[in-house]
Every structure is written in C-alpha cells, then in structure tokens.
C-alpha cells in the first residue's frame, strides 16, 4: 500500500451534471476526511468518517454533496446538479493511530 | 467560533536565512498542533506536530514551539533553500476528530 489514492485526478463537468470521486485510504487507517481547496486558501473541511460512520458534516456542505464510505474501506464524495462555484480541489485524507493525515494527490474538478 | 489563522502574505527569503511563518489560533485549546508542507497541485505533507505541553520540536532543519499563552505556534526553516518554496499550513483537531486547517502562508526562497 503506497498511500491514499484519489481517483479521477481530473475531472470536466457541465453545470447541472453529477460527479463522484472516489478516495481509498491507506490500508489500515480508520478515519477519513474529504476537504475542498480552492487557490490560495487551505483545505476546507467537508466531511470525517470515523469506519464506516460519518461522524462530522460541515454546514458548508449543501443538500449536494453527499459522501459515504461502505464497510469502512474506500469512500465517495457525490456532488449533485455541479454548480461553477464547485470548481476546486477535493482533497482526501486518511489517518490511523498516529495523529497525523496523510493526504492523497486529489481530484481537480472544472464546472464549465 | 473556534479558528486557525496563519499570514496569508506570502513570505520571500534569501537562500540560506531563517524563515519563520506563524500560526495563531483562536476560542479553543488545541491539544497539538500540526505543520504541513504543500507544493502546487499536490495534496499536503505532514511535517511536525508539537503537544501543548512541548515547548519546542525539532526535525532537521525545522522547527517547531508552541505557546499556550500567546495561544501561537512558530514555524522555523533554517538555512533555508530554494527547495524549501513551498506554501506550510498550520492545522489543529477540534470537535469530533475533525482536523481543520488555516489559510497557509506561501513561502518564496531566493537563491
């Protein structure tokens, strides 16, 4: 296992269509966070699952999005009916045990 | 509402000087505090991370303190070298585990 893996890293949308992205976490790690960055500001957090539980939503996070994680593996962030204001970098985290995150290489969506 | 600010100028040194970015957080007392490295189009990397009740934590040429009175953490690159370009993000746990991060500062090594 090499790390937290994000997959499209790239992804072009139509305003009005739906997108998902997926995150697989390091193997071992029990938490995940999904955050959103767009230029120049840090990761904002968007979501935490604690296993297979969502533990933390931010208020940020519309009716839109939706995030799951089944059976505690791998997750997916869901963003409904994309709006030009969804452009950004989501990023996605796992960490264990220790304290630190480690992060994944994260989707850039484009909502033209 | 609790908060992590950092300077949201970016900072620009000469190759070889010390940086020190700062990070202030406000309304609640982290536990530790987290430093990241994050190079452009590329997720964060963990750094360091200093308890409150640890002074100071060092890793090669970087350096860490904590004071739970100024309610401020420093971050410190010594010798710095152009490499060394990056944008450093302070981050901190609060509510359910939620790890939540500030702005970031920028910083720019000259050689």
């Known amino acids: 296992d090499t790390g937290v893996s994000q997959d499209p890293r790239h992804k072009i949308t139509k305003r009005g269509q739906n997108v998902t992205f997926r995150c697989d976490p390091i193997?071992?790690?029990?938490?995940l966070y999904w955050y959103r960055q767009t230029l120049g500001q840090g990761p904002e957090f968007l979501t935490y699952?604690?296993?297979?539980?969502?533990?933390?939503k931010s208020r940020l996070l519309s009716d839109r999005f939706s995030a799951e994680r089944p059976k505690g593996s791998f997750s997916t962030l869901e963003i409904q009916r994309t709006e030009q204001g969804d452009s950004a970098m989501y990023l996605c985290?796992?960490?264990?045990?220790?304290?630190?995150?480690?992060f994944g290489q994260g989707t850039r969506l484009t909502v033209v | 509402s609790q908060k992590i600010e950092q300077n949201s100028e970016a900072l620009n040194i000469q190759e070889g000087k010390t940086a020190t970015l700062t990070c202030n957080y406000t309304?609640?007392?982290?536990?530790?505090l987290q430093w990241y490295r994050q190079d452009p189009g590329r997720g964060p990397v963990f750094l360091l991370l200093?308890?409150?009740?640890?002074k100071e934590k060092r890793k090669e040429r970087l350096k860490v303190t904590f004071d739970t009175t100024l309610k401020q953490s420093l971050f410190h690159i010594t010798a710095s070298q152009p490499a060394d370009s990056a944008t450093y993000l302070c981050?901190?746990?609060?509510?359910?585990?939620?790890?939540?991060f500030g702005t970031g500062t920028r910083l720019l090594v000259s050689p």
């Open positions: 985290a796992s960490s264990g045990e220790q304290l630190e995150a480690f």
């Open positions: 309304n609640y007392s982290p536990a530790y």
């Open positions: 200093i308890r409150e009740n640890e």
């Open positions: 699952f604690q296993n297979e539980a969502q533990l933390e």
């Open positions: 981050a901190s746990r609060t509510g359910f585990q939620k790890l939540v």
């Open positions: 193997s071992e790690h029990n938490r």
